[in-house]
């Protein structure tokens, strides 16, 4: 039924999803990367993707989202809801959560839809500890395209961070004022 979804919101939206078939494979059980993250409607693509390459994903979200009178809604998307102020070390229950279930962990390293000065680098520490690939996700306004940019294993941080921020360098975000190209 997902993938039924994300097929009739790409298709109402014009995007078209790019992701290489070897990708798809080595994209599974990863801490996937979404960015860039300057709009509400990130989610949707970002999540669609997913769907559309029948991927199990899951997301952190504050844990309200997750209470019963969101009805499980965010649940069935994907979303494991945390409390901020119960837990102070999110990159352990991260890892924690990936080396106990077989999905991947999208997370946006912006944090915000806001410009932001360098990217968080929770999710390099994630999966560098879970021992997983990174997975980088984008979505190109410009081209009104999805897909995955690479499947990395993460070295050490400053050429892994150098090598995602030639990635995405060409990737042009929906408010492009809002996106730092300049990631660390």
Known sequence: ???????LVFLLAGW????APELIERAKNTVTVAAPHTSNQDFIFSLGLFWLM???LKFL???SYTKWYFFGFFTWLGGIGVSRSQRKDLVSYSVELLKTTNYNLMIA???????VDKWKTGFYHIAKDAGVDISLGY???????AGLLAVLNPDD???TLSKIEDL???????NPENYNIKIY
């Open 139 to 145: 979505l190109d306004y410009s081209l009104k395209r």
């Open 61 to 63: 979200i504050k844990d």
């Open 109 to 115: 390293p912006e944090g915000t839809r806001n410009k």
């Open 168 to 174: 995405y360098a060409p990737i042009q975000a929906k």
């Open 1 to 7: 039924m997902k993938y039924h979804i994300a097929k």
């Open 157 to 159: 941080l400053e050429s």
């Open 16 to 19: 078209k999803s790019e992701v």
């Open 54 to 56: 029948r991927s199990p």
